[in-house]
């Protein structure tokens, strides 16, 4: 067990190395001239080679790496070049903001992703599981997009419900942003709803087919002992992992959603950086994603292995 | 409660002395007989043959505007309304199909054949070569879907080879895993071993043994791959990063819809509405495909 | 007869399917009094999983009773809501299948389940239960049983399983216990093992035990009573000693005819065989059901189906004619005369063949401390002849599937060396030439996998011939339809897909293809040991007469000491990756034997009940070949142990009867003796 998590630690790290190898040749080697991009086409030749020098342009690639990294690691992340302020706090103040949307659509979509999985595959085969499955394949094409616009057209264009817009106060307290939460939390979570269903779903099929299901029953157990002694656990096993999975979804879907609802999040900021050609910010906001993603992938690795006697008592 | 037991009749039955049918022959059947999959059979097909002749069908050109009837209702001359410029909304979306299958259909299949050219060499030759190819494919998987596209596109610039090689790039890691993890399977099943024992090259046992019975699969994952990649391109469009105007993309039409939306809703409703039909009812054709080639097999 | 216990009244059971009701069982009765055993032995597809399942109630979806009724003391069982069956389920009938490794949760200790499976049943508290739990293990000779109960089921062998699955069947004493092939996945020492633990648990305690096999051989050895079925019917019924001495119906006849016995130095014979197949369950023949497939039929036969009745006291029967049945006169089939000059050319010798591999490494892996290799073949040395079958038998692990893949190539040996035809062989396929490869063809274990699904049967026979023989086009076509005709397969399956096959037919084509390379040496892995008796007494056959015709030669591998004792005419016995005896197949056989073959042989299930073995049961499992003992390996296992010698020293070769070497420390004189006695033992035991 500690073995395996020193292993899948060693992983992560080497991955979370060459991702920001990824990141620093797409953002600063792809686009050319980055003096260029931030002064803009008619810059003098000057002032091209003040802003080289100042940024550490001239020095070799791997150099200019390596002192990126090390200032990443460092918590130094620059200064923004549109907004003049340091990365970090920026980037913290908004990380915030997104991990209380992710926060409520989690406790949203996975609970219930679960639930409706197991529903469908315990009622295999009847009207409900064809309606689940059908419903979540649906749900699983619906671009955050549309099913935004669709619940701001019906619950706060037609019905008055939640507001429109969720451009909360930079710093506004959890409770005091909660309701407009609420419409972006939707959005956000039928996608990964969807998922989680279809996945336990398959699981627990798999399961309740297994011999030792059969043996349950014919211990004498009620079906609900079954299921909750016999079935669940070894069913939601490979749930932990679609979760984790899923993490890359809710941060794609959280891209997407915090723009069309103009919510102050990390997504958002990364458009708004994108837009602005602000590099270290891109640089900044990107990498916290991939350690987050990585990170939760990692803690469901832990969390399998310590679920799963074969790989805990190896 | 459910109870399994094994099926006396059908599978486990198997006499050989009666002669069987074929065993796809009866399974095209089954998908007329699921009325879902059938449906999102039929709308894919509707949407493919818009792919070419969308523009020669619509009944008024893409480009054409008609300021004189600018941000029109839906009504019985412009189904659909029209947008800011006196645009049919109608004709573009027609038109707009040959963008998405030509984005996602492309990306898809390039990496359909870039994923299964590693996934078969990694999962046929391993060891080292695994490791290796294996470890790599995890770093393009330690980025979210749409964080990866988004980066590439806002420093490369967005333009429609960008956007394939951006869909190509995404989608590889993903399919070679499929792929390698069929031939995992594959490669130590006694018919293979069969053909190493007669001394077959091992081209042969890749293309002529291993690939065809992984073929099925295969497209399963690849209808699949092409619903999310037509996700990810409309995604894009919504963001501002996909086809630049005034092309009829619909993600594009989308984003542009958006600033009109409390006054000409219809201009955002039936792009976002096309995109959604087109992507569920790639689902549905896929799940039906799944079910019937992989009947043993209900997983994702 | 005592009064019975389980008592199934007319029981039919049917399936709804697309194509309609399909009924499959029919009309079966039976009765199993307490602390008796009731053998139910039929082919795969003839029902008894089914009847087991419909007996408790317990079907598929899509299935139901569709008449008669279960009672157990008494008491009716069948058609009880289910809020009653969970009363019945786990308290009155155990229920205990073939494969231990699936039966238990893998999530959960070994004593929660067992201990679950007393406190559903029994107003008992935890502790109690846990206590109960480990009794029950020790019950089940469990070493150390406290140990046991904590363990998660990954962490134990399959025998070891398969005692905790049996302990937790038995835990609240229940009237009935079904066992649903309980063996079939076990190594044949480890099978005896459990055997001898059902015997002994039927004397301990007062259920009676429903016992569902194919294997005719294990009900032999622990059944009183016997019901034969097949395609949903009983056939007959009997004690288990008249039903194998005088079977009064021709499908048990020709079933006790398929079944190679196990005879050292008799004459061989071939097997019979049933011709056809079972019968789908929608296309019932409408008189007797085994008519179309029956030696004795007659018209009456067909007109009207006979119901099972009784022919004998005790003995009952579904055969209009079992009056004129022959009875068992033991082998049916003609007499083999194989005498082989001894000097016929050497076709393959192996030469002090190792193969070591080392655990995985990977790349990234923290690599491990100990860098023990798996020794799965060690220094084997043996000389095959020309027209000869020589058989190697060992159980699983024991290392005969490495060494027939290092043969052909599909490994590379990590030393020693494959002569052929006075030619060294490349390690791999690939480093061979093809007039070499073409020399050697196998043909391997599983029907199912050995076929690529996407070839036709005639490409897959064809193949070997184009890319190794170069025979013209024109006559390929041909020459494919005279192997067809040669493995008995029908020319118009010439098109057909695998999927189309039946498992006999399937491995019949594999050794169609095999020789379609007209090789010197054909390894043949297992070919039998997925199929149907039938299927396999048809197949020995037909591997007899290709034999005979072609002059081939086989190097046959098998846990089947029967099977590999009826085909071959040199056999070795294998014990972790070290030949420990070989010789002719007679003498093999006939003491003085190697411990460990004297074990094999005493743990073997031999389909006639008169039979009394000695008792001689291996400790423990097979060790990893990781960690091979020093000296004997088998030392840690043998009964016949003699002292530190064996720990330390390898064992010298000994002569045995004949041609036969033995690999043993103690002298030939010695093993003699103490086998007599192991004998005389056995038989003395038996008339007290």
Redesign the interface.
Known sequence: MG?FI??RL??VL???L??SM??FV??QI??GDVAKMILGRFATPEALANLRAELGLNRPLVIQYGSWLINFVQGDWGISLSTDNPVMALVFSRLRNSAMLALVAFAMYVPLGIILGLLA??R?NSLIDQAI??GS??F???????TG?ILI?IFS?KLHWFPASSAIAPDATFLEALPRLVLPAITVSLVSLAYIT??TR??T??V?????V??????????Y?VIF??VL??AL?PTVTVVAIG??????GL??TE??FSYPGLGRL??FA??R?DLPL?QAT?ML??VI??LSNLTADIIYAY????IR?Q | MVIKTPDPVSGKHNTGKHARRPRHQGRWRELLRNPFAFAGTLIFLFFLTMAFVGPLVAPYGFENQDIAARLKPPDATHFFGTDQYGRDVFSRILAGSRGIFLLGGIGTLLATIIGTSIGLFAGYYGRMWDEILMRVLDILLAFPPLLLALVLLATVGSSLTNLIVVVTILYVPMLARVVRSMVLDLKTTEFVEAAKTRGEKNSYILFREILPNALAPLLVEMSMRFSYAIFLVASLGFLGLGVQPPSPDWGLQINEARAYFSTAPWMLLFPAGTISLLVIATNLMSDGLRHILQPDIGKQ | MTEACLEIENLTIGYQTPGGLLEAVRDVSLKAASRESFGLVGESGSGKTTLALGAMDYLAANGRILGGRVSLHGCKISGLPSKEMYRIWGRKIGMVYQNPATAMNPSLTIGRQLAETARIHQQISKAAAQKKAIAMLAKVAMPEPETVADRFPHQLSGGMLQRCVIAMGLINNPALLILDEPTTALDVTTQAVVLDLVTDLKQEFDSAILYITHDLAVVAKICDRIGVMYAGQLMEVGNTRDLFKEPLHPYTLSLLGCVPHFEPGGKKHSLASIPGLIPRLDELPPGCIFAPRCRFVQDRCRASRPVLQPAQPGHQTACLRWRELPGNAGPAGDERSDQRSADAPVVLEIKALNKHFSPLQTLLAIRRQNKKKIKAVNGVSIKVRKGDTLGIVGESGCGKTTLVRTIIGLLAPTSGKLVMDNQQLGSLTADRPRTVIKKLQMVFQNPDASLNPRRTVAEAIQRPMALLRQIDRKQIAGRTRELMKAVNLPVSYYHRFPGELSGGEKQRVAIARAFAADPELILLDEPLSALDVSVQASLINLLFDLQKKNNATYLFISHDLAAVQHISDWIAVMYLGRIVEWGRADEVFAPPYHPYTEALLSAIPIADPDVKQQNIRLEGSVPGAMDIPCGCSFHTRCPRKVGTICETDKPPWRKGPGKSRISCHIPENELIQLQAEAIRFASSQEGA
């Open positions: 073995r020193l292993r060693g992983f080497l991955t979370l060459a991702s990824l990141i797409a953002t792809l686009p595959a315990l295999r499955s059908i394949l649906s699983i094409g619906l671009p955050e997009f549309v616009v057209t264009l279809r996945m398959a699981s099929v798999e309740l087919q297994t011999d030792y059969r043996t349950a029953y014919l211990k004498g157990l009620r079906p002992q002694f016999h656990r070894n096993l993490i890359g979804w809710l941060i794609g891209i997407v723009s069309l990364l458009l994108i837009q050609q891109i990107t994603l991939v993603f990585s679920l799963n006697p074969r008592y």
